[in-house]
């Protein structure tokens, strides 16, 4: 009889805890990434006076690699990738990505 009562203690217990989200440290990473690429970004948009050579090659570059990470931390959170233009996933992406809490 004990042995039943535990158990079912057990799985109400299992039940009623909330489900656990993505790792923190794994978070952390996506986050930091989408930082740095970021900020990559910014800087190669402000160097367009200077006349770096490959300029638009390295942003397009940076852009890519910025869109990848997004997708990865949409995925991380179940949050489902728009299938659309670049420009316009990147744009629905970060907007959800705020609208849960993330911040980069």
């Not at 923190?24 to 948009?45: C, H, Y």
């Not at 705020?98 to 980069?104: H, I």
């Given at each position: 009889?004990?042995?039943?009562?535990?158990?079912?203690?057990?799985?109400?217990?299992?039940?009623a805890r909330p489900?656990?989200g993505?790792?923190?440290?794994?978070?952390?990473t996506?986050?930091?990434?989408l930082s740095?690429?970021?900020?990559?970004?910014?800087?190669?948009?402000?160097?367009?006076?200077?006349?770096?050579w490959?300029?638009?090659?390295?942003?397009?570059?940076?852009?890519?690699?910025?869109?990848?990470?997004?997708?990865?931390a949409?995925r991380?959170?179940?949050v489902?990738?728009?299938?659309a233009t670049?420009a316009?996933?990147?744009?629905?992406?970060?907007?959800?990505?705020?609208s849960?809490?993330?911040?980069?």
């Amino acid at each position: 009889m004990t042995a039943h009562l535990s158990e079912f203690a057990r799985s109400v217990w299992r039940r009623a805890r909330p489900p656990a989200g993505p790792d923190p440290f794994q978070t952390l990473t996506v986050q930091s990434r989408l930082s740095r690429l970021a900020g990559e970004i910014n800087r190669l948009e402000e160097e367009s006076r200077s006349g770096r050579w490959a300029r638009a090659h390295h942003l397009t570059a940076a852009q890519a690699a910025y869109d990848d990470v997004l997708v990865e931390a949409c995925r991380l959170l179940d949050v489902p990738v728009p299938d659309a233009t670049p420009a316009v996933r990147r744009v629905l992406a970060e907007s959800e990505l705020r609208s849960r809490g993330w911040s980069w």
